[in-house]
């Protein structure tokens, strides 16, 4: 049993402060429409350098659909002002990836609700592939990474836990394991940003506490930047500082996680009529972890 | 149409009589079958079938059976030498097929490569897929004059246009979030396609190579009675000469040669699915 409220996150104020002023992210105008359905509807959102921040909503409400565009894996919509940068590089703008995308997306670690690990290669290969976008183009092409290199994938596996896995294929590693291969692999790729989406959707409550345990690590340790989607409240309020909730494509609260109250999450989730589901979801999933006096069993309630 | 009716023949029957709208499917269905037996009938008449002659000249085939039996393996060693060459021609037919199979396969497939590539490129997969390799060899005989090496050009060629037709198949069939997966790290396309495709693809694309090579060793056998090289030049030399117990004896090697190398193939075939 697991008890997130017994959880203490200590913020580093020295490094935030030296932090303070520069921006990790800085999405302006973002538009996104699929047909006539729009996803997201016009998001302006700065991420502070070593921030962690989530990103909550009810499904449907565009966090995907942000975070991939964050990253450059799919465009905005056409729109003069709209523009994405991270870590001060452009990766879109006016609708448009920019053209150094492909090498700008290594400031970007993603990792995905379904890890997107290749499953047939070793857990090692998985995590040197985060060296891609650094490494000469040739060499990552050739499969020719040096021991020095191996050697860091190693130590990133280490730090997950993972390092007597090596050798095996990744699709012998449980989902909790896979996941944490996935953040090795964003470790190698060194990115001043990494962004989560849904990082623990598909994880049992040990290996999701374990999972949001390492993110928040490298936050802290490493002094990356860290945003999250998450469907579950008490994981964003026991590990993220900020927490921006969407509704229907725009952003709806924008508070630290110290201020954010059961009133803010009745009215993000309440305007939408998915109200119920969120309460199921919780029951749920949740059941197994009780946290004492967190947003969870009145919201539950409400 | 077939299906829908065989689903629920109950709902069918009760409802057609009075529903003019599944009537009219029946009328349908009935045209159809009158289709399929006329392109019967119009091709039995054009294929000048007669199974009456297999009776008629029972005699002459019983006869001509008989000349295959006791089957001479006087000349083995030259033989077994043929075959082998046979063995070669499948060999590198299907290895330089394979070679060139891959990055036409690749850009062949719709989800890596653009429309203005990948259609010319199917176009001309297909232009190598529909000639056979017999009507190759007679090119390549004539071309690079006659002998094994024609017999590779012939299997390369019709091979590459099977081949990258089913590479590209496997390749349309993968995953995407593991090539999605690379992508954000910042590799680059090839890298995409190195890390994220072929790994997904390879053990399919192995099993077809062993395939199209057990099949290549049997048109190998026949591209040599066109002159491209192997143990089909002496088959047809035997078979024009008369020589009914050497022929039955090199078919007889043929067929070993042929069993041996499809059930190993199989069995390596095995091991990557
Ligand atoms: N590729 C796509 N094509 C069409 N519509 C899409 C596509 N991706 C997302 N959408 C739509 O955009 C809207 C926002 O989807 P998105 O996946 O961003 O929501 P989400 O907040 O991540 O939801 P969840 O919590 O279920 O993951 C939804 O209405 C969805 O149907
Ligand atoms: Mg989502």
Redesign the pocket.
Known sequence: MIKLSTLKINIDVNRLASNSGTKAIEAKSVRKT??N?T?VAGVDLDVQAGDMVALI??????????LRMIAGLINTDKNEQGSIKVANKVIQANGKLDKNVRKNRSSIAFIFQQFNLVRRLSVQTNVLIGLLGEIPRWRGSLCWFTKEEKQRALAALERVGLNSFAEQRASTLSGGQQQRVAIARSLLQDADVIVA??PIASLDPRSAKRVMDILSDINKQDGKTVVV?L?QVDYAKAYCRRIVG?AN?EVKIDLSADALNDEDLVELYGTEKDEIDFGVSLSQSENEFVSEGAAVPALARA | MLNKIVQSPQDASDISAQNPLLEKKGIMQLFLWGLVAAILVWSWQGAEMNPYALWEYRGNMAEMLGDFFPPNFHDWNLYVDEMLTTIQIAIWGTLLSVILAIPFGILSSENIAPWWLYQPIRRFMDACRAINEIVFAMLFVVAVGLGPFAGVLALFVHTTGVLAKLFAEAVEAIEEGPVEGVRATGASGLQEVIFGVIPQVLPLWISYSLYRFESNVRSATVVGMVGAGGIGVLLWENIRGFMFKETCAIMIIIIVSVTLLDMLSQKLRKQFI
Do not use: I, R
């Not at chain 1, 909503?57 to 942000?66: A, D, F, I, V």
């Open positions: 699929f047909g359905n996803a909503g009810s499904s449907g409400s565009g966090k995907s659909t942000l989406d849904e989607s469907h969407l494509g």
